[in-house]
């Protein structure tokens, strides 16, 4: 898993460059700005934050949800992040003066810390050991804490076991339906408590789920 892991990220780099290739840096903040905003109006119910809450984003990307938490303490992970910023005009560390980054993948991260919210937004079929990814999540969230994680599950049985056999999504080296990835945070003692659809497309559905720390 760790070859294909690292031939994930090597073309997770190229997909960002060819994908921000023509784009200017302030319109496409802007936009993923509101991205993130439309995402958290259908979990600000279950998710109040409130500017003292400690924020972890797990898997953060060059433009995480430190776009739209920039009064909160913030702290973004992400194995290339040092290539993102070197080869990506939208990002700059010294953009988010709030947030401290930290390139790290997330089954690495050392969290001096535990914090009140934890986002792992589309990272976390990327990564290279899911179960210890997952447990990663549950272990830097307080007692009572919120965990967010957006994925992107299989529709069909037969193309799950299709994807597994053949990499025929490159960037993700894990293929799991919706319940496989409730079940995930469920045995880390976390508590399910919305599960949103957020687009539904032929052989995924991209769905955020909101989870609460048990113990």
């Not at 190229?14 to 023509?22: D, E, P, S, V």
């Not at 003292?52 to 920039?70: E, H, K, N, Q, R």
């Not at 080869?87 to 969290?111: G, H, M, R, W």
């Not at 319940?179 to 949103?196: A, D, G, H, M, R």
Request: charged share 25%; glycine share 4%; net charge positive.
């Amino acid at each position: 898993m760790n070859a294909r892991w690292k031939i994930a990220q090597h073309f997770e780099l190229k997909w960002w460059k060819r994908y921000l290739a023509g784009k200017g840096k302030q319109e496409y903040l802007a936009n993923k700005r509101k991205y993130w905003e439309h995402l958290y109006t259908m979990i600000s119910k279950e998710v109040p934050i409130k500017p003292a809450d400690t924020i972890l984003d797990l898997g953060c990307g060059p433009a995480g949800v430190c776009l739209l938490f920039i009064r909160n303490r913030l702290t973004a992970v992400d194995p290339l992040l040092d290539e993102y910023e070197k080869n990506l005009s939208v990002f700059s560390k010294a953009d988010y003066p709030n947030t401290t980054f930290i390139t790290s993948s997330i089954e690495d991260y050392q969290n001096n810390e535990l914090y009140d919210i934890v986002f792992c937004m589309n990272a976390i079929n990327h990564v290279a050991d899911i179960d210890y990814a997952y447990a990663k999540l549950a272990a830097c969230a307080k007692k009572g804490g919120k965990i967010v994680v957006s994925i992107d599950a299989h529709n069909y049985s037969f193309f799950r076991f299709l994807f597994r056999l053949v990499p025929g999504d490159i960037l993700h080296p894990h293929q799991y339906d919706l319940k496989e990835y409730e079940t995930f945070l469920q045995k880390n003692q976390c508590k399910i408590l919305q599960t949103e659809l957020v687009k539904k497309e032929f052989f995924f559905s991209h769905y955020m789920m909101v989870a609460e720390k048990m113990i």
